[in-house]
């Protein structure tokens, strides 16, 4: 009997019992029954906006965290406030990070535990702001500041150094020469973790803070790092040698080395020839003046740089004599000559023809006149000096040798045997000819640059290598105890090992899960026609039904709960459902 009964017009009928009311949720009911309730949220929801409103237009007091850093510290220090949630903002122009005023000194303390900024040291920006009256003193201070700041500015620009203090020590001038002390520095570098210094990095540090400074000398410039070890220990002035002077020995008796053994192995072999070479470098820088004076040439040849005479005639009386006095003193009376006539040719007491005096012997009539008179006139004397300077030769010659010239070369060849093959087709090895020996140490001498002044030693030897001493081939090596095998079978073993655990994972944990938490695709369904009553099936995979589907399945419930509910009823009062029934048919039949 209930089967007949209309579905809507009992679902009508039952509305009083809430019917109606049971496709709302209970939230639209509460708010239905409690008019104001939507009001208070309304109320509550306005005050929140007002108040985040407020909240996120009222800007923050921004004040100067930091200024003129650089960007390697600005990084840091932005990475910093991120990770702190501090909001932060940059001035115009990018000069000075901002943040929270009332978060400033909170900031700065935890920074600097972090030790930022790093680069805190101040450079000749300190001589911008000179007060007025500033003492010589407070600027020589000043100067000294920013000079090691600058300096440990450009030291901390190299890679590898993570910090830098530069300390100067720079002497007061002085007008005496005994009193003036040069400057000197001290350089203390905190290296980046993990990261090396090299010598050549430190000596470039060194110059560079010598050539900062006026009259700093390279040697007085001291460089230590954080964990207090000495870099800039003798850098070739105590120990003789440094790095770089090892290296370019090694250089040059690794070029030796290529230049003999290329030569030699088109000969020989490429594996037939071995050379070492020990070179002795000389490293020392010397000066060298010569001044040379070659002997005395011939006067008439040589040139005249300068000629001095002097001559000095007396004439007069004979020389002052008796005993000093008065009477000595006196001036010489004059000399009465007597007269004496010509005497007779054969006269007794005339000298003969010819005799000096007589007027034949000068050949000049009134000779012996002047004579006389010169004779009566008294004593004269002559004297003439003259002083002749040439030029001398002179040689000069400055010498100057550069450091690294090749004082002596030592070369030890060494030359494996020849291969050949005898009459039987065996291998055999032959030592070398005289001949050939010769030609390889000839050759060997030519590619060295041989020096016999130099006194350079070339030794030449031909004898079997180890490898060619053992008889006969070596032998086989099972197949198993091959390393070449074994390497190789090890590194498969590896990559099947690698795929065994891949497949067990696929297999024992990847597959399971997938199969348990992704089920598979639906089985297609052939499309049936649907009435009204029957609702549509469902299936236990749909997992996001349609909004038709969720429909359709709605409606069916309703239709199912009311059939229950009219079933329910006619069991339980069979009249009312009757007279029910019976008012439908007369209503009906009007």
Known sequence: MSTAVPTGDVSAAASGTGGASGGLPPMLERMRAQPKLPMIIGGAALVAAAAAFMLWSRAPDYKVLYTNVSDRDGGAIIASLQQMNVPYKFAEGGGAILIAGDKVAETRLKLAAQGLPKAGGVGFELMD????????????VNYQ?????????????????????????????????????KPSASVVLT??????????????????VSSSVPDLDAKSVTVVDQRGNLLSSARGTDRGLDVSQLKY?????????????????PIVGATNVRAQVAADIDFSVVEHTDEKYKPNQDPTQAAMRSQQSSESVQQ?????????????????VNPNAPIVGPRAPNAPGTPPPGTPGTPGASGAPGTTTATTATAATGPSSTRKDTTTNYELDRSIRHVQQAAGGVKRLSVAVVVN??????????????????????????????????????GDSLNVVNSAFARDADSGPAPEVAFWKDRDNIEIGKTLGQYLLYALIALFAWLAVLRPLMRRHAPPPPAPVAATPLDDDTPPPVTAHDSAPS????????????KKADMDYAQQIADKDPKMVAALIQHWMNSNEQ
Not at 547 to 558: C, F, K, V, W
């Open 129 to 140: 702001n000179q007060k007025f009256g500033t003492s010589q003193f407070a600027e020589q």
């Open 145 to 181: 500041r920013g000079l090691e700041g600058e300096l440990a500015r450009s030291i901390e620009s190299i890679g590898t150094i993570e910090a830098a203090r530069v300390h100067l020590a720079l002497p007061k001038p002085s007008l005496f020469v005994r009193d003036q002390k």
């Open 191 to 208: 290296l980046m973790r993990g990261r090396s210094i090299d010598e050549g990095q430190v000596s470039a540090i060194v110059h560079m």
């Open 249 to 265: 020995a090694q250089e040059i008796e690794a070029g030796y080395i290529r230049r003999i053994e290329a030569i030699l192995q």
């Open 316 to 332: 007069g009386g004979g020389a002052p004599g008796g005993v000093p006095g008065a009477l000595s003193n006196q001036p010489p």
């Open 417 to 454: 045997n020849r291969d050949s093959v005898d009459a039987a087709g065996k291998n055999t090895s032959r030592a070398l000819t005289t001949a050939e020996v010769d030609q390889i140490r000839n050759l060997a001498k030519e590619a060295m640059g041989f020096s016999q002044e130099r």
């Open 547 to 558: 909004p038709e589907e969720s429909l359709r399945e709605r409606e069916a419930n309703r």
